[in-house]
């Protein structure tokens, strides 16, 4: 004891200095990575952290485009440089920096994604040549004739929801009830389940899920992330469940290698003529439930909250909806047809998903050094494209501020100006997929009800996606038809 106190001023000392010598190390390699000359201008924020906490601040207060629109007028308008997430980062700003970004994919950028994604989602194998593989997928089950079949479905799934959980109801809250439909049609479409309570076995760690898998990693009890990775773990043990039961289905013919996409994933092969073992088929289904709910139940939250401020939108939008409801015999479901009348209101949507895209932007990373706009990027640089550079700006939408749905009449915005579903090769593949259940959901709320917010001045957040901080609580007026 008495050596261990005589040593204990030398340990504490040891201690001390290697927490100084490993500071040191962090900012000169902070420093470091933007010593180069000519790189573009900004602020490289603190050492480790960067100007992460302004960038995730400015969402939690509500204005996600400060972070971006202030940094343009202060640096520069087509490129400035900062650091997140403990990267260093150029924003490409404006049409022509989302021109250059969705045009350069695999020349001089490919995707990228923050730590946080990677430990939820462990590669095992190459993560770049599976994303391409499961594109080449999704066009057979994302195409105008399989998406003209999923209409009905869609129909019949929001039809027994709005059943369910909206009618005889004086007030709802809309955001769970949005993220509880875009779910359960993406298990009905995705795997073929229908049973209500085996999906809303999902629906509580799915949740954990989506709003953890974009928080900071930190893997600790009880922090967002670390309850993130233990809900993915507990989804994956689902899934295979239902794989190892559809292997059993297709064996026995009583279910088809075309019924949906799990099916799909389990009979085809790769070049060598191998299958894709149970866990990536677990994580792509995953992948594709977190894609084909998140941003659509954000884009039918705000339209839900955009027609309860505008009347004169909701009328016009209801004489549309109701049109359709005329057109049609007692309990006949939406089809193809029906959906392509529905051009204001989608519009409506559109205009939406402008002023409070759900997407807010995306990564990609530098795979060779390269000039924009006169400034230097490094490889290995992440580049970040950001939706607000151009959906707020006067060039591409006079009067930006004001919800204006003839914006997308005609010909609609510029190339490259209007991104909510990003762009390029990277582009959404479910774009349409969204489409239909966005308007279908229209249809189904507007011929049902009129509505009026609860709490008028609710604020909004963003981490990472916008959302009302209460989730949207509104009061139900039934139309008595």
Same mark, same amino acid.
């Given at each position: 004891? %008495?050596?261990?106190?005589?040593?204990?001023?030398?340990?504490?000392?040891?201690?001390?200095?290697?927490?100084?010598?490993?500071?040191?190390?962090?900012?000169?390699?902070?420093?470091?990575?933007?010593?180069?000359?000519?790189?573009?201008?900004?602020?490289?924020?603190?050492?480790?952290?960067?100007?992460?906490?302004?960038?995730?601040?400015?969402?939690?207060?509500?204005?996600?485009?400060?972070?971006?629109?202030?940094?343009?007028?202060?640096?520069?308008?087509?490129?400035?440089?900062?650091?997140?997430?403990?990267?260093?980062?150029?924003?490409?700003?404006?049409?022509?920096?989302?021109?250059?970004?969705?045009?350069?994919?695999?020349?001089?950028?490919?995707?990228?994604?923050?730590?946080?994604?990677?430990?939820?989602?462990?590669? =095992?194998?190459?993560?770049?040549?599976?994303?391409?593989?499961? =594109?080449?997928?999704?066009?057979?089950?994302?195409?105008?004739?399989?998406?003209?079949?999923?209409?009905?479905?869609?129909?019949?799934?929001?039809?027994?929801?709005?059943?369910?959980?909206?009618?005889?109801?004086?007030?709802?809250?809309?955001?769970?009830?949005?993220?509880?439909?875009?779910?359960?049609?993406?298990?009905?479409?995705?795997?073929?389940?229908?049973?209500?309570?085996?999906?809303?076995?999902?629906?509580?760690?799915?949740?954990?899920?989506?709003?953890?898998?974009?928080?900071?990693?930190?893997?600790?009890?009880?922090?967002?992330?670390? =309850?993130?990775?233990?809900?993915?773990?507990?989804?994956?043990?689902?899934?295979?469940?239902?794989?190892?039961?559809?292997?059993?289905?297709?064996?026995?013919?009583?279910?088809?290698?075309?019924?949906?996409?799990?099916?799909?994933?389990?009979?085809?092969?790769?070049?060598?003529?191998?299958?894709?073992?149970?866990?990536?088929?677990?994580?792509?289904?995953?992948?594709?439930?977190?894609?084909?709910?998140?941003?659509?139940?954000?884009?039918?939250?705000?339209?839900?909250?955009?027609?309860?401020?505008?009347?004169?939108?909701?009328?016009?939008?209801?004489?549309?909806?109701?049109?359709?409801?005329?057109?049609?015999?007692?309990? %006949?479901?939406? /089809?193809?047809?029906?959906?392509?009348?529905?051009?204001?209101?989608?519009?409506?949507?559109?205009?939406?998903?402008?002023?409070?895209?759900?997407?807010?932007?995306?990564?990609?990373?530098?795979?060779?050094?390269?000039?924009?706009?006169?400034?230097?990027?490094?490889?290995?640089?992440?580049?970040?494209?950001?939706?607000?550079?151009?959906?707020?700006?006067?060039?591409?939408?006079?009067?930006?501020?004001?919800?204006?749905?003839?914006?997308?009449?005609?010909?609609?915005?510029?190339?490259?100006?209007?991104?909510?579903?990003?762009?390029?090769?990277?582009?959404?593949?479910?774009?349409?997929?969204?489409?239909?259940?966005?308007?279908?959901?229209?249809? /189904?709320?507007?011929?049902?009800?009129?509505?009026?917010?609860?709490?008028?001045?609710?604020?909004?957040?963003?981490?990472?996606?916008?959302?009302?901080?209460?989730?949207?609580?509104?009061?139900?007026?039934?139309?008595?038809?």
């Amino acid at each position: 004891m %008495e050596l261990f106190l005589l040593y204990l001023p030398y340990l504490l000392l040891a201690f001390v200095f290697s927490i100084v010598l490993s500071l040191q190390i962090l900012f000169f390699k902070h420093k470091s990575h933007y010593s180069t000359e000519n790189l573009p201008p900004g602020s490289a924020g603190w050492p480790i952290i960067g100007e992460s906490l302004e960038f995730l601040s400015a969402g939690w207060k509500g204005h996600p485009q400060s972070f971006v629109l202030d940094r343009m007028k202060k640096f520069s308008t087509e490129c400035f440089k900062t650091s997140i997430l403990g990267e260093p980062v150029a924003l490409m700003c404006r049409a022509a920096g989302n021109k250059f970004l969705f045009s350069n994919e695999d020349k001089l950028v490919t995707g990228w994604w923050p730590d946080s994604v990677k430990k939820i989602f462990p590669a =095992r194998s190459d993560q770049k040549e599976e994303a391409k593989r499961l =594109r080449r997928l999704l066009p057979q089950f994302l195409k105008p004739e399989a998406l003209k079949s999923y209409i009905g479905t869609m129909d019949i799934v929001a039809r027994s929801h709005f059943v369910s959980a909206w009618e005889n109801k004086e007030e709802v809250v809309v955001f769970p009830l949005a993220k509880r439909y875009t779910f359960w049609l993406a298990c009905r479409l995705f795997m073929s389940l229908e049973d209500p309570n085996h999906i809303a076995g999902f629906a509580h760690p799915f949740q954990l899920l989506a709003s953890g898998i974009f928080s900071i990693p930190i893997d600790l009890p009880g922090t967002p992330f670390n =309850r993130a990775i233990k809900a993915s773990n507990i989804i994956r043990k689902q899934i295979i469940k239902i794989i190892k039961q559809r292997k059993i289905d297709l064996t026995e013919k009583v279910a088809t290698q075309t019924q949906d996409i799990l099916s799909h994933m389990l009979t085809i092969t790769n070049d060598q003529g191998y299958h894709m073992d149970d866990l990536d088929i677990a994580d792509k289904i995953l992948g594709l439930l977190i894609g084909g709910h998140d941003t659509a139940s954000v884009a039918i939250t705000f339209v839900i909250f955009y027609l309860a401020e505008l009347p004169h939108i909701y009328n016009m939008v209801y004489e549309e909806q109701m049109e359709i409801v005329r057109s049609k015999a007692s309990g %006949e479901l939406l /089809n193809w047809d029906d959906i392509q009348k529905m051009k204001y209101s989608w519009n409506v949507a559109c205009e939406v998903m402008r002023l409070m895209p759900p997407l807010q932007g995306g990564f990609r990373e530098a795979i060779q050094n390269f000039t924009y706009a006169g400034f230097f990027v490094p490889k290995g640089w992440k580049l970040y494209w950001n939706a607000y550079s151009t959906h707020t700006n006067c060039e591409h939408f006079p009067e930006p501020e004001k919800f204006d749905p003839t914006r997308f009449e005609g010909n609609g915005p510029a190339p490259y100006t209007y991104v909510p579903f990003g762009g390029g090769p990277r582009m959404c593949p479910g774009k349409e997929y969204a489409r239909l259940e966005i308007l279908v959901f229209m249809y /189904n709320i507007v011929k049902r009800f009129k509505w009026e917010k609860v709490l008028p001045k609710e604020n909004i957040i963003v981490n990472p996606m916008p959302t009302p901080s209460k989730g949207l609580p509104i009061r139900l007026i039934p139309h008595h038809l």
